[in-house]
């Protein structure tokens, strides 16, 4: 949904945006004045674009943006961002409507006038943000664009990557960077362009900023119980990935820049966030060769309330278990380990079912039920929960069910073959087939209950495996061109998405 123009009209800039030769891009070109950007002179050959061409159209920037003024005073060569780099902020909000001006304004501040750069949010919320986020863009500089999500996917860490995703469509990523930050300003703006220095400086593919790094603070964190949960949230993820995450202060950062690049190698569509940790999923996800970081103070919140709660600790367990069990060995560790636990509810049924005077048979059969439901549930939280939508609960449990009894109807057999044909001892024999039952009832489990079912291709808006990223591409955002759209034969204009 266009609004207003959000650039002033008729500049693109403000009016001190020029820059003169030997202003810090490469091979001092600057700006040429009256040149504009993709088909002028805009950035010198070798300026760090593609195809040399100034701003190559991406998303959340202009397919193409007016000159600057001729009466434009040249900006002073400033060592925020030693070259060009296009960067995009995005900006993950639910129920922020009282912080987004003060966050664009800020940003206004901090950027210096020729930094490449657009912002995006991403939004949630149930209140008037988006509403906000378009008043507030009419006074921007740069580009602002807003996705609406009508389904919050994944939470802020979802909302993240939605961003992502459409910065990285339309071919090879341009080179550049995403920064993360919150919309409440406990992440300060000013150290936008200072993450970004920090990556270009150090050659690195993620610039955390850190509350735990000398000069770093949490004084932002509201009282001593959000600090201890905090701290036990960063010692249980370097706990799990000690060597992914080696470097890394504050995992538990929600403020940083990683190149597109690095997002764009481990694929984006692969992303699965949940809760409010984005950074330690593209952390493990992605593997970013060098990381750096900043020191930074956690501010108090501008206005608004906390998102964190229990709810949301609860899904920082589940998504830090799911990221550990991503392998196929971890998992059918998990898978055994799980298995192990059945054996309670199994032996407490039996007990109650012969007390109360059934035959030990059919206890048996009924006890072995008890622990299969008991695996299926620990099972369904612990280790497939990102894989439980492609079937519906009632299909799954089943399915689990007849799996895990065939498994003893296999195992019998296979144990007397054991015995009788190889001559092992019954000990032996019995460890030999639990292992191999073990080991086919994970493939099968994972295979038959938990794999997405292979779908027909389905037709651009209809449901089905390929229907999705139709759907995402068609969803096109970043502020577009438009020609008499109610400001004048040219304007500029940012488009809302509703996802």
Same mark, same amino acid.
């Given at each position: ?17 020029g ?18 950007f ?67 304004? &800020? ?30 863009? &009419? ?33 090879a ?37 850190? &509350? ?10 509201a ?35 990683i ?21 330690l ?19 108090d919140r ?11 600790g ?42 109360a ?49 065939? $498994? ?25 087939a ?38 995402? &591409? ?13 400001t004048? $034969? ?10």
């Amino acid at each position: 949904m266009p609004t207003e123009a959000c650039h002033p009209a008729g500049t693109g800039f403000p009016p001190d945006s020029g820059s003169a030769p030997g202003s810090g891009f490469p091979d001092g070109s600057g700006f040429a004045a009256g040149a504009g950007f993709p088909d002028g002179s805009g950035f010198a050959a070798g300026s760090g674009f593609p195809d040399d061409s100034g701003f190559a159209p991406g998303p959340g920037l202009p397919a193409a943006l007016p000159a600057p003024s001729p009466s434009s005073t040249p900006a002073p060569p400033s060592a925020a961002v030693p070259r060009a780099a296009t960067v995009t902020v995005i900006v993950p909000t639910f129920n922020e409507s009282g912080n987004v001006r003060e966050l664009l304004r &800020r940003l206004t501040e901090a950027l210096p006038s020729r930094f490449p750069c657009d912002v995006l949010f991403v939004d949630d919320s149930t209140d008037d943000t988006v509403e906000a986020v378009r008043e507030a863009a &009419r006074s921007c500089p740069y580009p602002v664009s807003v996705i609406h999500r009508r389904e919050p996917v994944g939470g802020l860490g979802g909302a993240v990557v939605e961003g992502m995703r459409g910065g990285l469509r339309g071919g090879a990523p341009e080179p550049g960077w995403f920064v993360v930050m919150d919309a409440d300003l406990q992440h300060p703006p000013a150290l936008v362009p200072e993450l970004v220095e920090a990556g270009l400086r150090e050659g690195a593919d993620l610039v955390v900023a850190s &509350r735990y790094r000398p000069g770093g603070s949490r004084a932002g964190l509201a009282g001593g119980y959000r600090v201890a949960v905090s701290r036990a949230a960063t010692w249980l993820a370097k706990g799990a990935f000690p060597r992914l995450l080696k470097g890394v202060s504050d995992p538990m950062s929600g403020f940083f820049a990683i190149r597109r690049e690095a997002v764009a190698a481990a694929d984006a569509d692969a992303l699965r966030p949940l809760g409010y940790k984005v950074l330690l999923e593209l952390a493990v996800r992605c593997r970013p060769a060098a990381v750096t970081e900043l020191p930074f103070a956690f501010q108090d919140r501008f206005a608004g309330e906390s998102k964190s709660t229990a709810r949301e600790g609860l899904r920082f367990l589940g998504h830090l278990t799911t990221l550990r069990t991503a392998s196929s060995v971890a998992r059918m560790l998990l898978f055994g380990l799980i298995g192990l636990t059945g054996f309670l509810p199994n032996l407490l049924g039996l007990h109650l079912l012969t007390t109360a005077g059934l035959h030990y048979l059919p206890a048996e059969i009924v006890a072995n039920q008890f622990g299969v439901l008991w695996n299926f549930l620990l099972i369904e939280v612990l280790l497939f929960r990102d894989r439980r939508r492609h079937r519906h609960w009632a299909d799954r449990v089943g399915r689990f069910a007849l799996l895990a009894n065939a $498994d003893l109807l296999l195992r019998i057999p296979l144990i007397a073959f054991l015995v009788g044909s190889l001559r092992l001892g019954v000990l032996t024999a019995t460890v030999i087939a639990l292992l191999t039952t073990f080991v086919l009832r994970f493939a099968a489990t994972e295979a038959l209950v938990y794999l997405p079912r292979k779908s027909k291709t389905a037709p651009p808006g209809k449901s089905g495996a390929g229907a999705g990223n139709n759907k995402h &591409r068609k969803h096109r955002h970043g502020t577009v061109r438009r020609r008499g759209a109610g400001t004048g $034969d040219r304007g500029e204009g940012t488009r809302t998405c509703h996802h």
